[in-house]
């Protein structure tokens, strides 16, 4: 019985020790949570104030306006892909149906150009990009790399991919249709569609269409599967990228409902030949 009580007595420091040292493990654990979830909640809140001033926006004038506007030139961000030759870029896509038709016009006169180039990407329902890893819309830390978006800043392609991209050349109206879906939203963006124009094998511009806040957030709150996210934390306010916009006005998209699950939008825009 004495060696018993002897054995455990040796063993009784050794189990201590064990207990104490998981539970330093335990509490530097939940301090490094508690540090992380910290900054992810500083970060979030830097990357949603408000921007100093707000972009000039308006509603884009639709092919039936007698009307023509220029568009903000804004960077083609990080995503941007070579896209291929098709009007249908949705590849079995889910989300809310849209039918998006752009008339490119001489401005100031709104003269139709023939056979320009109008290329579109942009993010599906869950904020993913095509050629892209998944998820990487809603993960606060590759919002931040965001935050220097009005530079250049290319990334390279994860995945070959292809859907929401596509280019068409204009008819003799100067327009082009596109089925494609509304997009979600994704850190640190309000909803947009880019979109360039390519004249002569000349960029003439790269910009982007944005949407009517109140449709976002009647489609965010109730619409699958884009009611997975809610709606939306961002708009003109505190949109990092509009705030590097120095010039045009951003041009707004208010789609009307042409089905049970599709809607249609048109834009026309003024480009600058001189």
């Known amino acids: 019985m004495e060696i018993l009580r002897q054995q ?3 063993q009784m420091p050794n189990l201590s020790k064990r207990k104490f040292l998981l539970g330093m493990l335990s509490a530097f654990g939940l301090l490094a949570l508690s540090a992380w979830i910290a900054k992810r909640k500083i970060l979030t809140w830097i990357v949603r104030q408000d921007n100093k001033s707000e972009p000039q926006m308006t509603l884009a004038p639709g092919i039936d306006d007698e009307i023509c506007v220029l568009s903000s030139p804004i960077s083609e961000g990080s995503y941007y892909l070579n896209s291929p030759l098709r009007s249908d870029i949705r590849e ?3 989300g809310q149906n849209l039918i998006l038709k752009f008339q490119i016009v001489v401005y100031p006169s709104c003269k139709p150009i023939e056979n320009a180039i109008v290329e579109i990407w942009q993010c599906d329902a869950h904020g993913n990009y095509s050629g892209y890893k998944e998820g ?6 590759e919002s931040a790399k965001q935050l220097e978006y009005g530079k250049k800043q ?3 392609a994860t995945n070959e991919t292809t859907y929401l991209r596509g280019y068409q050349k204009t008819d003799s109206n100067g327009i082009v249709s596109f089925n494609t879906v509304v997009p979600g939203w994704y850190d640190p963006r309000v909803p947009h569609i880019h979109y360039k124009v390519i004249m002569n094998d000349a960029e003439h511009l790269t910009s982007e269409l944005y949407f009517d806040e109140n449709f976002c ?4 709150a109730n619409v699958e ?5 809610g709606v939306s934390p961002y708009d003109f306010r505190n949109d990092k990228s509009l705030s590097k916009v120095e010039e045009g006005t951003g041009l707004i998209l208010n789609p009307e409902k042409k089905s049970e699950n599709t809607v249609y939008a048109t834009a026309k825009i003024g480009i600058k030949l001189s």
Do not use: A
């Not at 990487?136 to 830390?141: D, L, M, Q, S």
């Not at 957030?217 to 965010?220: G, K, Q």
């Not at 599967?225 to 996210?229: C, I």
């Open 225 to 229: 599967p884009y009611n997975q996210y």
């Open 154 to 156: 290319h990334i390279e």
């Open 8 to 10: 455990k007595t040796k």
């Open 92 to 94: 079995n896509i889910k």
């Open 217 to 220: 957030n009647e489609l965010y």
């Open 136 to 141: 990487i819309g809603h993960n606060i830390w």
